[in-house]
T-cell receptor, first 114, second 115 residues
């Protein structure tokens, strides 16, 4: 089974802090994604990566950056956390070919910025 | 741009009753279509998917969905709901070609099951 893990289930940070959310997948997937989930808004794509050191902006990249130094690891960085970034963050991965759109999700990190 | 609409924000059904969750997509060509389920505090789990072929697809946990091109719909159904089905359900679509393998998600339908 594909396993996607996220470093923290719950995280509380202060406004202005730099925050790192880590995601690791164990199935050698080429693609990795970071989403933000808010009530009534569904999942919104922040960034995705289709290869090591490659990244592409999603629908809401403002205030976020990402890093992918190794194939299995994809990090989301909040450069200066703000209260409007309080949310559930979901990481996902998928293959780049074959049934490439099927995404596998981690359990999520609920981030609270105070 | 493609979009997905889930018109029902909340649905309540009695245990043992049948269930249908609606999903409409907006896309010119036949897209890839997915249903995911999210239990409280968890990530998303794939229930089923449609790429091509038979328009009635079977998934896990007794769920099925039917692709209807004429109605641009991909509704999720279950003949008899169990209390453990209470969760949030998301419909998603991805383009047949290009698009960087990205999915577009609906806003979700929260299912409550009354015992």
């Amino acid at each position: 089974d594909v396993k996607v893990t996220q470093s923290s289930r719950y995280l509380v940070k202060r406004t202005g802090e730099k925050v790192f959310l880590e995601c690791v997948q164990d199935m050698d997937h080429e693609n990795m994604f970071w989403y933000r989930q808010d009530p009534g808004l569904g999942l919104r794509l922040i960034y995705f990566s289709y290869d090591v050191k490659m990244k592409e902006k999603g629908d809401i990249p403002e205030g976020y950056s990402v890093s992918r130094e190794k194939k299995e690891r994809f990090s989301l960085i909040l450069e200066s956390a703000s209260t409007n970034q309080t949310s559930m963050y979901l990481c996902a991965s998928s293959l780049a070919s074959g049934e490439r759109y099927e995404q596998y999700f981690g359990p999520g990190t609920r981030l609270t910025v105070t | 741009a493609q979009s997905v609409t889930q018109p029902d924000i909340h649905i309540t059904v009695s245990e043992g009753a049948s269930l249908e969750l609606r999903c409409n997509y907006s896309y010119g060509a036949t897209p890839y279509l997915f249903w995911y389920v999210q239990s409280p505090g968890q990530g998303l789990q794939l229930l089923l998917k449609y790429f091509s072929g038979d328009t009635l697809v079977q998934g896990i946990k007794g769920f099925e969905a039917e692709f209807k091109r004429s109605q641009s719909s991909f509704n999720l159904r279950k003949p008899s709901v169990h209390w453990s089905d209470a969760a949030e359900y998301f419909c998603a679509t991805g383009p047949l070609t290009g698009g960087g393998n990205k999915l577009t998600f609906g806003t979700g339908t929260q299912l409550k099951v009354e015992l």
